[in-house]
């Protein structure tokens, strides 16, 4: 259909899905038939509406539309974003209070004793050197309240069961701190007790007072329940959730419906969309905002599984490499893995996050040699500045590969700036080559060196620490800087294929396309099912998680609907969350059906959580004699969303056409000069195939393939790398 014919008939046909960065705003619009454009914007922080217009606006010209004609258009808008996160770095939250069961007042200041997040390994062996991050609470404004509710215990049934209530809510202290906080200017109270995750009816009873008072003053403050954010163990981690919801969440909340007001004004008629920590995409009205915290790579390993799932890959394992890091993900089985608690500035939630690892290592990184000889690389980033052939000050990744050949000066985003190689070349001279005796050159390549091994370093660990074989694993690498690196940082290690697309540099925001509507909930339990256990104890077991399931239902449904989605609509994905009894940490475990009637599901759930089990640890280390611990059961409510497609089309020859070829260019590449030919992506054909050595460029990213190595493009235009076939 033509863009006039599908504008006229009033379609809405067009995906839009944007990353906002701390630097540059990205902006993927996917049309009808899969492709897409991207545009960008400076980030900012203060006026994200007006950062958001202009991006999308960049992204419609490429079709010649103008940002109206898209919003009219478009079928689905997906934000994401770090201004939750910089609210938290900032400490400029809204000031809170919070009341607690009383002993534990001084559990901000305690912190679980975690003191060592964010540290480097030098300084974490080092108790003298960890450091308590920003407080998000005054601890004179932690208040106790006297009550207990039971929470069970491993003796089962020999103690009191949980949810028993110990000691009742004392009210007039909960009237009396409210008041006191009230009167101190907190503009949020949060409210957690130590069992709530078994039984809320304490923090509901204590926020029912709190509201009273606050509207007998006629204030608009809000009281938020630990319960109704993370209603899971580990009182520290559900604190940490409480207090970003209270001090971070609502604030950003604002800001994003002003993004989305602006996405109204200029034509769009639906809800503005988020993404959540641990994939899935819902509206800024969602209740636990906090969830949203982390998106960016997020959005990278969604639109992989996406991809995975085209492909019909089971196991894909992911290298995104942008301006300050290096992030490695995995998907088994065509699943996302899913950490039970998120590190995040400091602090430790009880937030389900997609397993990542990291690596300092990105091409706005600063390459620096100490006095004692010693290389360095990072953690300051150049950003959008790029580096000292930009408008930084010191040496950065982007530079040596600037110096060496890799990346033209004349075609950074396309021409539209233009870097100085005579400033990267010198900078790399003083900074690297002649502090080590060192010629210019060989010092590059000897830096690029380091960095492509710590990566490969890294890929192999996030794969082999697993126990898995990365002989069953697919490389998806992407980010503006990863098909940079991919020669060095994929050398020697055995996937079955090592694979990027030509939208690599913005795959994030077009992962973020890809998301599911979906919300996550849940709930703990203490739930033992002793070895032996007779038919009679495991359906009493059943019926209690069968119940807990269809209350997570009730809430999904009624959720859901208050955000304009149809109750008929709405699928569930089901969960446990498992452990031996007398182990520490609890593992997730995905259920095919939420059926759970008697005694044979109950078995059933136990074979599938024996058999995650057995696929994280060796055979042997099952120890099904000891009984199982339930401490959570979970549930993902997933409504339709439009999704993008990969136009598939027809294959041309092996040898890319002539508009194709740009030229030859000298790169320093290991230890010698060699030519490399330059292709156009934009150009290139499904079916073609680049050898090496080359370079594709792209406005947006440089695809480096080493001699001895060819790119073939399938008919997804997914580009895959592989040795070539030895000449006869």
Request: glycine share 10%; aromatic share 8%.
């Amino acid at each position: 259909m033509s863009t006039s014919a599908s504008s006229a008939s009033g379609e809405r046909d067009f995906i839009l899905a944007l990353d906002a960065g701390g630097t540059m705003t990205d902006a993927i619009l996917v049309k009808p038939d899969g492709t897409f454009t991207v545009g960008k914007s400076i980030s900012r922080r203060e006026q994200p509406e007006l950062s958001y217009r202009e991006s999308v606006a960049d992204a419609a010209q490429m079709l010649g539309l103008d940002s109206n004609d898209v919003h009219r258009r478009c079928a689905a808008d997906i934000y994401t974003g770090t201004g939750m996160l910089n609210s938290v770095l900032t400490g400029e939250g809204r000031k809170g209070g919070l009341l607690v069961t009383r002993g534990f007042e001084d559990i901000s200041l305690m912190e679980g004793g975690l003191t060592y997040l964010g540290q480097s390994q030098a300084e974490g062996l080092h108790q003298q050197l960890h450091r308590h991050t920003r407080p998000l609470v005054e601890p004179r404004n932690v208040l106790g309240v006297s009550e207990r509710m039971g929470g069970g215990c491993y003796q089962g049934n020999v103690h009191l069961p949980a949810g028993h209530t110990l000691i009742p809510v004392n009210e007039a202290q909960v009237r009396r701190h409210v008041e006191t906080l009230l009167d101190r200017g907190c503009e949020v109270i949060g409210i957690l007790f130590l069992y709530s995750f078994v039984d809320a009816r304490h923090e509901h009873q204590a926020r029912d007072i709190a509201q009273q008072v606050v509207a007998a003053r006629g204030l608009d403050v809000p009281v938020v329940c630990s319960a109704d954010v993370a209603p899971v163990a580990k009182e520290n981690n559900r604190l940490k959730s409480l207090l970003f919801q209270c001090f971070a969440a609502e604030q950003v909340r604002e800001s994003l419906l002003g993004v989305e007001r602006e996405a109204h004004g200029l034509g769009f008629s639906g809800r503005l969309l988020t993404l959540l920590s641990y994939g899935g995409a819902v509206n800024m009205e969602y209740p636990r905002l906090y969830e949203t915290m982390i998106s960016g790579p997020i959005g990278g390993l969604i639109g992989a599984q996406f991809v995975a799932g085209e492909l019909g890959l089971d196991n894909v394992v992911t290298a995104d490499m942008g301006g300050t890091s290096f992030d490695v993900g995995l998907i088994v089985e065509g699943r996302i893995g899913i950490a039970k608690s998120a590190d995040i500035a400091g602090h430790r939630l009880a937030l389900p996050m997609v397993e990542l690892d990291s690596a300092g290592n990105g091409a706005g990184s600063v390459v620096w040699v100490d006095e004692y000889k010693r290389l360095h690389v990072g953690p300051e980033s150049a950003g959008a500045k790029v580096g000292i052939c930009h408008e930084y000050d010191r040496l950065t990744v982007t530079d040596i590969n600037v110096a060496l050949g890799y990346v033209d000066p004349d075609y950074f985003l396309g021409g539209h700036i233009k870097l100085d190689r005579e400033r990267a070349l010198a900078a790399l001279k003083e900074a690297v080559a002649d502090p080590l005796g060192l010629d210019v050159y060989e010092a590059g390549a000897g830096v690029l060196g380091i960095i492509n091994a710590e990566m490969n370093d890294l890929l192999r660990t996030m794969v082999a620490a697993k126990g898995y074989d990365t002989h069953d694993f697919t490389l998806l690498y992407y980010g503006g800087a990863g098909p940079v690196h991919m020669y060095g940082f994929a050398e020697g290690i055995p996937f079955k294929d090592v694979i990027t697309l030509p939208w690599a540099a913005g795959f994030s925001a077009f992962g973020a396309a890809c998301a599911e509507y979906m919300h996550r909930y849940d709930r703990g339990l203490r739930v033992l099912i002793p070895h032996g256990a007779s038919d009679a104890e495991m359906a009493a077991t059943a019926e209690e998680i069968d119940a807990a399931w269809r209350e997570l239902e009730a809430e999904a449904r009624a959720e859901m609907q208050a955000e304009g989605i149809d109750p008929e609509r709405i699928r569930f994905r089901y969960g446990v969350s498992a452990r031996y009894i007398g182990q520490i940490e609890s593992f997730d475990t995905a259920l095919p059906t939420g059926e759970m009637r008697g005694a044979d599901d109950i078995r059933a759930m136990i074979d599938a959580f024996e058999t995650m089990y057995s696929k994280v640890y060796p055979e042997g280390a099952k120890f099904s004699g000891a009984g199982y611990s339930l401490t959570e059961v979970n549930l993902e409510a997933i409504a339709p969303k439009p999704q993008p497609v990969l136009a598939r089309h027809e294959l041309a020859g092996e040898e890319p056409a002539p508009d194709a070829f740009v030229g030859t260019r000298e790169v320093f590449h290991k230890d010698r000069w060699l030519p490399f030919t330059v292709y156009e992506m934009a150009e290139l054909k499904p079916g073609n195939v680049v050898h090496g050595p080359a370079i594709i460029r792209d406005p947006m990213t440089t695809v480096v393939i080493p001699p001895g190595h060819e790119m073939a493009l399938d008919a997804l235009r997914i580009l895959h790398y592989r040795a070539a076939p030895a000449t006869q």
